[in-house]
C-alpha cells in the first residue's frame, strides 16, 4: 500500500521537476525547497499546491483575469534568478498575491528586509496572515497602490513586480538605488515579458528578458483593447500611442476575407518558439499589437490560421491589419510549418510584407536578444526608435 506524499516530499518533487526543464541558482532552489507554498494557499488539496501552476486567491468578476493569483512556480524561479537579490538586500516588491514570494525573498535577502505592498485590501491582509502562520512576521505587509511604491522603506537595492506594468513610474525610480535591479513583467505593444534592468545613472538596461504573462496592475491604462465583430470573438490589443481606427478595422475585418496572403522563407518545428517576432518587430515599429481569436472565431472560421489564436502579432495601421499566419507544409520534416501573413484593409500589402520582413528578419537570426533601455520621460529626447510612455521612453537595440 503507497503511502500519501508529505509536503516535504511534493515541494521536492516540484523543484526537482522545475529543475530538469530550467535552469535555478543554488540560493532560489534552496529558497524553494525551504518554503512551504501550502502554508499560503489554505483549502487547496496539497497535491494541487505543489503542481506547477498559478492558482486563483481573488475573482475579479466581469474582467477575463483574476484580480490576483499565485503565480506559476516555475516564473517565480525564473523571475528570482533574474532579480539575483543578496543575502542583505533591502528588497520591495509589487504585488503582495499570497505572499508566498515576499517569504522567498525573506529566506534570500535573510540580513536585508522584504516589504511587499498591495492595492486589495483581502489580498493583503491575507498575505499577511499567511506570512505570519508560516513564520516570516518580519515581512513588511502594506495595503496600498503598488505605484507608490514604499518611500518609509527605500531606498532599495531591488525592486520586484508581480504583477503586469505597462508604465514605469517615476516613484520605482526614486526608490531605487543606483546599481541597483528591477524586475518586472513590462507590457508594450500587446507583449509581456519579464524584463531584468539595472539601474545605471538616469538608465534602466537590460540584461535579460522571458515571454510570460501577469494580471495588470491597476491604476494603468496605456492598454486598449478593441472588439473586431459584433460576438466579440476576435479582438486587437494595442497601445494608446497607436494610430488603430477600431471602428473603421473591425468594419474590415468582418469582410472575412483576407485582401491578401503572404508567405516568409521560414519554416518552425512543432515546438520551436517564434515569439522572437513580435520582440523583434518592436525594435523599430509603431504598428506592432495583438491579434486576440477566440476558439469559437476559429471554429467558424472568422480568421486564417492566426499563429497563435490568443496572442499573434500584428501590424496595424488605421482600419488595416496584418497578423502572423502559421501553415502546415510536407516539405521538412524537422520544420513542417511555415510562417506567413495575412492581411486585411486598403493598406494590406504593405502591412502583409513589412510584416514578413520582420519574420525573415528574425529568422536570420532566431535566438538574439535585443537590449532594453529605459529613461524617464521627462529627460532629453532619446537616439534611435522610441517607444514613447507617459513615465518612461523605451529603445530596443539588437
Known amino acids: 500500500m503507497s503511502q500519501t506524499p508529505t509536503a516535504d516530499q511534493l515541494r521536492n518533487r516540484l523543484v526537482d521537476e522545475i529543475l530538469a526543464e530550467h535552469r535555478m541558482p543554488a540560493a532560489v532552489e534552496r529558497a524553494m525547497r525551504t518554503v512551504?507554498?501550502?502554508?499560503?494557499?489554505?483549502?487547496?488539496?496539497?497535491?494541487?499546491?505543489?503542481?506547477?501552476?498559478?492558482?486563483?486567491?481573488?475573482?475579479?468578476?466581469?474582467?477575463?483575469?483574476?484580480?490576483?493569483?499565485?503565480?506559476?512556480?516555475?516564473?517565480?524561479?525564473?523571475?528570482?534568478?533574474?532579480?539575483?537579490?543578496?543575502?542583505?538586500?533591502?528588497?520591495?516588491?509589487?504585488?503582495?498575491?499570497?505572499?508566498?514570494?515576499?517569504?522567498?525573498?525573506?529566506?534570500?535577502?535573510?540580513?536585508?528586509?522584504?516589504?511587499?505592498?498591495?492595492?486589495?485590501?483581502?489580498?493583503?491582509?491575507?498575505?499577511?496572515?499567511?506570512?505570519?502562520?508560516?513564520?516570516?512576521?518580519?515581512v513588511?505587509?502594506?495595503?496600498?497602490?503598488?505605484?507608490?511604491?514604499?518611500?518609509?522603506?527605500?531606498?532599495?537595492?531591488?525592486?520586484?513586480?508581480?504583477?503586469?506594468?505597462?508604465?514605469?513610474?517615476a516613484t520605482w525610480w526614486d526608490q531605487l538605488n543606483d546599481g541597483g535591479r528591477l524586475v518586472l513583467p513590462l507590457r508594450w505593444r500587446g507583449q509581456t515579458r519579464s524584463v531584468a534592468l539595472t539601474r545605471r545613472g538616469d538608465q534602466l538596461v537590460s540584461d535579460g528578458m522571458e515571454l510570460c504573462g501577469f494580471v495588470p496592475i491597476i491604476g494603468q491604462n496605456g492598454e486598449k483593447t478593441s472588439p473586431l465583430n459584433a460576438d466579440d470573438t476576435i479582438r486587437v490589443h494595442y497601445d494608446q500611442d497607436q494610430n488603430v481606427d477600431p471602428a473603421g478595422l473591425a468594419a474590415t475585418v468582418q469582410t472575412g476575407t483576407p485582401a491578401l496572403e503572404v508567405t516568409s522563407a521560414q519554416r518552425v518545428g512543432g515546438e520551436e518558439p517564434f515569439d522572437g517576432v513580435w520582440l523583434r518587430a518592436t525594435a523599430g515599429d509603431d504598428r506592432v499589437c495583438r491579434l486576440e481569436a477566440t476558439s469559437k472565431a476559429l471554429e467558424q472560421e472568422l480568421l486564417r490560421r492566426p499563429a497563435i489564436p490568443v496572442r499573434s502579432p500584428a501590424l496595424v495601421d488605421r482600419n488595416s491589419l496584418a497578423y502572423m499566419t502559421i501553415t502546415r507544409e510536407g516539405t521538412d520534416a524537422e520544420r513542417p510549418f511555415r510562417l506567413g501573413a495575412a492581411a486585411y484593409g486598403p493598406q494590406a500589402e504593405e502591412l502583409a510584407r513589412d510584416l514578413v520582413t520582420h519574420i525573415d528578419a528574425w529568422g536570420a537570426d532566431r535566438l538574439a536578444m535585443p537590449q532594453m533601455t529605459i529613461t524617464p520621460a521627462a529627460d532629453a529626447a532619446t537616439a534611435g526608435h522610441v517607444i514613447s510612455k507617459a513615465e518612461s521612453r523605451i529603445t530596443l537595440t539588437y
Open 36 to 138: 512551504p507554498r501550502d502554508a499560503f494557499l489554505p483549502g487547496l488539496k496539497l497535491e494541487h499546491a505543489y503542481t506547477d501552476q498559478a492558482v486563483t486567491i481573488k475573482d475579479n468578476p466581469g474582467k477575463p483575469l483574476p484580480l490576483s493569483c499565485a503565480s506559476v512556480p516555475s516564473v517565480v524561479a525564473m523571475m528570482l534568478e533574474q532579480l539575483d537579490a543578496r543575502a542583505a538586500d533591502d528588497v520591495l516588491e509589487i504585488g503582495a498575491g499570497t505572499g508566498y514570494n515576499a517569504a522567498l525573498l525573506a529566506e534570500l535577502v535573510h540580513r536585508g528586509s522584504v516589504t511587499t505592498v498591495d492595492i486589495d485590501s483581502d489580498v493583503a491582509l491575507h498575505a499577511r496572515t499567511r506570512l505570519n502562520a508560516a513564520g516570516y512576521e518580519h
Open 140 to 169: 513588511t505587509v502594506i495595503e496600498r497602490d503598488g505605484l507608490l511604491g514604499a518611500p518609509e522603506n527605500a531606498p532599495y537595492d531591488r525592486i520586484i513586480a508581480t504583477v503586469g506594468v505597462w508604465d514605469i513610474p
